[in-house]
């Protein structure tokens, strides 16, 4: 019989984390590493699975808080660490973790990174969010004219004490981003793992700071010279163009790799847009409904007319129904629905990377009116969420 118990006792983190780590096929976390991973057990419900005395699986939903199409904040659990041991995978350990979890969370909605494309919909989180691989020709990208503002290098003491503060200014830039805990910083800012020869530059525009960007460079055996992308953060459009030509400009790059958007505009800023190249589409943000009529009217729509949507949650039934959305915002009602969809659809088309008519024609999705509920659930940006955990 598996009994899911909530973690509270520093003794038992690390052999949650060792346990994590295993099922992904890593390491147990070193000496050195842990005092870096320790904080972030302090962030969050830490969930484990036993049979018996032993642990055989883990969970854990970090506080955060998540940006909404219309821009509104709202309270958001990030869940990671999910793994089961691997003699003791399926036999029902993940689904008993899910549930009490998603039965006893606090946040009106979660999101996960998924390990595979087939976990996650089962237990109500829907495919909402894709990124955009892009590898950049930086000898031949030339960005014409001047930078508007001024770029400066920061110490890296300086950019650790920094980053968190920035990062809250404009990190929340787009449906899909959310806010960052102290455990995931104590990681981040760890320099003891390969994080010595990373770079962080701030923009500074005419009312102060409003950008800024993390990067490394490498050097590989044919002495090509490769930069990553780390971490990178605007308020304006004049600090996204001085920030790309601060490092486009930079000797001795041969490329830069970077995760963008769908719908960033990067390749216009280049005499010749063919240096940007998509190199992969990956699904990044599972998003999970946990309180549908709260999440439906955090948001806000556009369009010109209403549908009534039905919802099914087999998991948190409190959540079935039906609501009206319409361009004023979102209530439950009785009347007759246009759409049926289960909750992991509902999450996949919340943020506006999917539509109605793209679940419809796949045969995911019943009803009519795909249409005007398309125009509701648009958005002016497609989701993105820069923060991995
Ligand atoms: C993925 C993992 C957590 C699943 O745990 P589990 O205890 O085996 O899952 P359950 O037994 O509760 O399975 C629930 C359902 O999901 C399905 N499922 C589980 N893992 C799956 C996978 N990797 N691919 C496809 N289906 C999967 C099961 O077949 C089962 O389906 P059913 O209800 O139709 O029978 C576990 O296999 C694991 O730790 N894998 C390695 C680490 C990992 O990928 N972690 C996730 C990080 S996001």
Do not use: A, H, I, S
């Given at each position: 019989m598996t009994e899911i118990r909530v973690l509270t006792d520093e003794s038992q983190y690390r052999a949650h984390n060792t346990l994590f780590r295993r099922a992904m096929h890593w390491g147990p976390p070193t000496d050195e590493q842990w005092p870096a991973v320790l904080p972030s057990y302090g962030d969050g419900r830490v969930l484990a699975a036993f049979e018996g005395d032993e642990m055989v699986g883990t969970t854990q939903s970090f506080d955060s808080t998540l940006v909404v199409p219309g821009g509104a904040v709202v309270p958001h659990a990030a869940v990671s660490r999910v793994g089961v041991r691997a003699d003791y995978t399926r036999r029902g350990v993940l689904s008993a973790l899910m549930r009490e979890q998603l039965s006893t969370l606090q946040q009106p909605v979660a999101t996960l990174r998924a390990s595979e494309g087939r976990i996650y919909g089962r237990f109500g989180?829907?495919?909402a969010g894709r990124v955009r691989f892009l590898r950049i020709d930086a000898r031949k990208a030339v960005i014409p004219g001047s930078p508007a503002g001024r770029v400066r290098m920061l110490d890296p003491d300086t950019a650790d004490k920094l980053l968190p503060e920035l990062h809250s200014e404009f990190g929340?830039?787009?449906?899909?981003q959310i806010s960052r805990w102290p455990g995931w910083w104590a990681r981040e800012l760890d320099?003891?793992?390969?994080?010595?020869n990373r770079v962080t530059v701030v923009h500074s525009g005419p009312d102060g700071d409003d950008g800024y960007v993390r990067y490394k460079v490498t050097e590989d055996k044919d002495f090509k010279h490769h930069m990553e992308v780390e971490d990178f953060a605007w308020a304006g459009a004049d600090a996204w163009r001085d920030l790309w030509i601060y490092l486009t400009r930079?000797?001795?790059?041969?490329t830069i790799e970077v995760d963008a958007a769908l719908?960033?505009?990067?390749?216009?800023?280049?005499?010749?847009?063919?240096?940007?190249?998509?190199?992969d589409v990956f699904d990044q943000i599972w998003l999970r409904l946990v309180d549908v009529p709260r999440m439906l009217a955090a948001r806000t729509y556009s369009g010109t007319e209403s549908v009534v949507i039905e919802v099914h949650d087999g998991l948190l039934p409190a959540n079935s129904g039906r609501y009206r959305i319409s361009p004023d915002g979102a209530e439950r009602v009785e009347a007759q629905a246009d759409i049926t969809v289960p909750v992991d659809l509902l999450g996949a088309v919340y943020l506006g990377d999917t539509r109605f008519s793209d679940l419809a024609a796949a045969k995911r999705i019943e009803g009519t009116r795909f249409a005007e509920a398309d125009a509701l659930f648009a958005g002016p940006v497609a989701p993105l969420c820069s923060t991995f955990f």
């Open positions: 989180y829907g495919l929340l830039n787009r449906p899909g320099r003891k793992g390969n994080g010595e930079l000797d001795l790059v041969d719908d960033d505009p990067l390749n216009w800023l280049f005499e010749d847009p063919r240096v940007v190249c998509t190199k």
